[in-house]
């Protein structure tokens, strides 16, 4: 059954330190999305990409991060310059387009600790 | 605001000892309300989707329902296996793309 692949699966980093998470979505999905938790913390949403641009954001998804869709396969987020708040597991999800259903999809996640 | 709130937090069954959860919304209408299940450091793992009032859907021991106001989370004669935390999410119309606002969650222990 396809799925969601997300790497690493733990990173640690020292404050300020750039970091990539990778995700791999589910083949011939459509919309692509990045959320976080927070130990302890609801699930947040960061950002949805759709056609190769971001189609929305939230207020944590500030100028620090951004994503990239850099081949047919992979989704990336690039948090430049980590903080200590960064800490949290990072969730990817995909979506099939419009006729193939709302529901998301998720990764394993990568656990973020920031140092 | 929009929000999902989920309660209660936390649930202790014995195995067998059937019981519901609730997920109560307040999203400016409603495009879907999804179950999720989280197992401890893991992504969460879709169950369900409602659209309307009136709605069920099941799944094995779990059976999901919805009303304009809230949605259950039903589970019959639990078994271990089914302890970890359960998630609710809604997304709604307005929003460009689908995104999910989701709830705190329960976590549900299941005692053999």
């Known amino acids: 059954e396809p799925e969601v692949t997300q790497t690493p699966s733990h990173q640690v980093t020292q404050m300020g330190q750039e970091v990539i998470l990778r995700c791999v979505p589910i083949s011939n999905h459509l919309y692509f999305y990045w959320y976080r938790q927070i130990l302890g913390q609801k699930v947040e949403f960061l950002v949805s990409f759709y056609n190769n641009e971001i189609s929305e954001k939230s207020e944590i998804f500030d100028d620090q991060f951004s994503v990239e869709r850099p081949d047919g396969s992979n989704f990336t987020l690039k948090i430049r310059s980590t903080k200590l708040e960064d800490s949290a597991m990072y969730f990817c999800?995909?979506?099939?387009?419009?006729?193939?259903?709302?529901?998301?999809?998720f990764g394993p996640g990568t656990r973020l600790t920031v140092l | 605001e929009d929000q999902v709130t989920q309660s209660p937090e936390a649930l202790r069954l014995q195995e067998g000892e059937s019981s519901s959860l609730n997920c109560s919304y307040t999203v400016s209408g409603l495009r879907g309300l999804f179950w999720y299940r989280q197992d401890p450091g893991k992504g969460p793992e879709f169950l369900f989707t409602l659209y309307s009032a009136g709605e069920e859907k099941e799944k094995e021991r779990l059976k999901a329902t919805l009303t304009k106001k809230e949605s259950f989370l039903h589970i019959t004669a639990p078994k271990p296996e089914d302890s970890a935390t359960y998630l609710c999410?809604?997304?709604?119309?307005?929003?460009?793309?689908?995104?999910?606002?989701f709830g705190t969650g329960t976590l549900l222990a299941v005692q053999p």
């Open positions: 999410a809604a997304s709604y119309y307005g929003g460009a793309t689908n995104k999910l606002i």
């Open positions: 999800a995909s979506r099939p387009g419009t006729s193939g259903g709302s529901e998301q999809f």
